[in-house]
């Protein structure tokens, strides 16, 4: 069946894209911050497997994995993208602020109506008598010669007022836009986006549960706390010579279908970040194939946030934390501004080699996120046991996961904690394990194990 689907995708067949849709889709919205967003990220999944459908081989195993690394590393890039967008936004100058000239508009059109009124009034003098005594000077004038204009009533002032603004406000009429696909890609994006050509899957590998402790909230702000002094006191792992940061790591993420998630075998992965402005590289094995456009030829990430953006974090953690909060409002949308705190916090943990000051301030500032609490007991993707900081949002749990009497970063685990569509509580949907962190000279090189 493996063997079949492959040749159906590498012979452009769009029913077998079709199979395999929902899995990218609902990986996409668990992955994600944003479901809006999720279809975005399904649309530019299935147009790049599309295009380099031809270089997939034809012997393997599931399709999913790769299906689901390219999806995963679309969300990763497009996270960072955005990111650095608002860190671009942020160091244009601010504009000064405009002031509201309504009242100064409606005066003027009062203006108007009180000249329009002495007018009507001069004609009429030109159009009396000739004999009239006022106009020859021979009787003193005692009324004025133009007629009283009332001051405007406060009721039409604020009607006038009320439809300037309606009219300022009116967004202009925008042109039509016109979307040309190529046929073959047009064909595969509108049959995606319909959803129609969606079959449900053979299961072949069991889901993996585990049991959902109860978490304990009253030792979150102690424990996060604690770790903060002790990181404090750690040398710095981050002042070694060298432009890239390396980072090893293990991870396993479940397959979202038709039915329970799956968890599919761990694998290790290995990202060369650079220190400062310039391109890194991606290394995975279930992701085998160049991805141009997402990510270029040969694995090269273009477009990742350099680890030098994550070491001039502010210092102060109530700072840190707003800035979190203010990335959120700016998105508008996603989960919610606590959870996307957390979500960001993990993913500069997972991922960055920063100075042990920045990590006392993340764990502070992660500390001061409401509903955060401590889970016992818990296992990474390498099997080390250790105290999780955990925090729930959508029926789903995701944890950091640290040794228990060194503080140090082990890895993430996320899994529902509640009955879904995608499994019952305790089902795994993603684990992690970092391996190995270190500072190298040049792109691709590995360090000593």
């Not at 990220?41 to 689901?68: C, K, M, N, Q, Y």
């Not at 072949?204 to 604690?226: C, F, H, K, W």
């Not at 401590?374 to 996961?401: F, L, M, N």
Request: include cysteine; glycine fraction near 6%.
């Amino acid at each position: 069946m493996t063997a079949e689907m492959r040749v159906r995708i590498r012979a452009g067949n769009t029913d077998a894209f079709g199979e395999l849709f929902d899995a990218v889709h609902r990986h996409a919205v668990w992955s994600g911050d944003d479901p809006v967003q999720a279809e975005d990220v399904v649309s530019l999944t299935f147009l790049e497997a599309w295009r380099i459908r031809e270089s997939l081989h034809p012997d393997g195993d599931s399709l999913r994995p790769w299906l689901l690394g390219i999806a995963t590393n679309v969300l990763r890039n497009r996270r960072q993208a955005a990111r650095r967008h608002r860190e671009a936004l942020r160091r244009l100058p601010v504009r000064d602020t405009v002031p509201d000239f309504a009242d100064e508009v409606v005066t003027r059109m009062h203006d108007a109506d009180q000249v329009a009124a002495v007018m009507a009034g001069l004609q009429a003098l030109r159009r009396a008598d000739p004999n009239d005594p006022r106009r020859a000077g021979r009787v003193p004038m005692s009324e004025p010669t133009a007629p009283q204009v009332p001051t405007m009533p406060t009721l039409r002032r604020q009607a006038l007022r009320h439809h300037l603004m309606n009219e300022i406000e009116r967004p202009a009429r925008r042109p039509r836009r016109m979307l040309v696909l190529a046929p073959a890609a047009g064909v595969l994006a509108v049959a995606v986006a319909a959803g129609a050509i969606a079959q449900p899957w053979t299961p072949d590998s069991a889901p993996l549960i585990v049991t959902v402790e109860q978490g304990e909230r009253s030792g979150a702000t102690l424990l996060l706390n604690r770790m903060a002094a002790a990181a404090a006191d750690t040398p710095d792992p981050s002042s070694g010579e060298g432009e890239y940061v390396y980072i090893r790591s293990r991870a396993a993420f479940a397959e979202i279908g038709d039915g329970p998630a799956r968890l599919q075998p761990v694998q290790e992965r290995e990202i060369w970040i650079p220190r400062n402005e310039r391109d890194g590289l991606l290394r995975q094995p279930f992701l085998s194939v160049p991805i141009v456009g997402v990510i270029p030829e040969r694995e090269t990430i273009t477009d990742v946030t350099p680890n030098a953006a994550l070491v001039d974090l502010p210092s102060n953690p109530d700072a840190l934390l707003e800035k979190l909060y203010r990335e959120r409002d700016e998105r508008g949308r996603g989960n919610s501004r606590d959870g996307a705190a957390f979500t960001a916090i993990g993913d500069i943990l997972r991922e960055s080699l920063v100075p042990p000051q920045t990590i006392a301030t993340l764990y502070q500032a992660a500390a001061k996120i409401p509903g955060v609490e401590v889970v016992c007991g818990v296992t990474d993707a390498a099997g080390r046991r250790g105290v999780a900081v955990a925090y729930t949002e959508r029926s789903q749990r995701k944890e950091w996961i640290f040794d228990e009497h060194t503080y140090e970063y082990l890895g993430e685990r996320s899994y529902l904690v509640a009955d879904t569509a995608d499994g019952p509580a305790g089902t795994v949907l993603g684990t992690t394990a970092v391996l190995q962190r270190a500072v190298v000279s040049n792109l691709g090189q590995r360090p000593e194990r």
